[in-house]
């Protein structure tokens, strides 16, 4: 009986399912398209359980030719815990933000405010109920605000 070759499936789909992890912590965060649905990670991660597939059929169906009998099934746990981890913290964790006392309720009048639109320009919600729009004469009787809630 001839050496069995090493299985490097079953450890470039470990290797990769802790990249899919940690990289987005230390480098995907940054941005918005990467952060608040985190698809690069996604692809890392299916990438690495892909590999950890192949290389647990590797190691049971050809246990002949390739090693990993035993440190196959320790890599798959520890790479399936990581990725359970990592969609708690993304579907789970994340979205159990504290409810905001102070938000204004549906029909409620939004209190005065005043911000910078994309031109730089500060707009209040007093100039905007006072301007009349387009061809219109007439003021608006209301403004339409929305409140997105994010992970600043």
Known sequence: MGQRRRNWHLWAGFLLCLLGVVSYF???????????????????????VVSLISGLRRA?????????????PILGI????????????????????????????????APEFALKDENNKEV????????????SSTPPKGVFLIFYRGYW
């Open 124 to 135: 209040s919600l007093a100039s905007l109920l006072a301007a009349p729009l387009g061809n």
């Open 60 to 72: 049971f169906g050809q246990s002949q030719e390739f090693k990993g009998k035993i440190a196959g």
């Open 78 to 109: 520890l790479s399936l815990a990581a990725v359970g981890f990592f969609c708690f913290l993304i579907f789970y964790a994340t979205k159990q933000l504290p409810k905001s006392a102070g938000a204004p309720k549906v029909g409620q009048k």
């Open 26 to 48: 230390f480098l995907f965060y940054r941005w918005p398209v990467t952060r608040d649905v985190p698809w690069v990670n996604f692809l890392i991660l299916a990438a690495g």
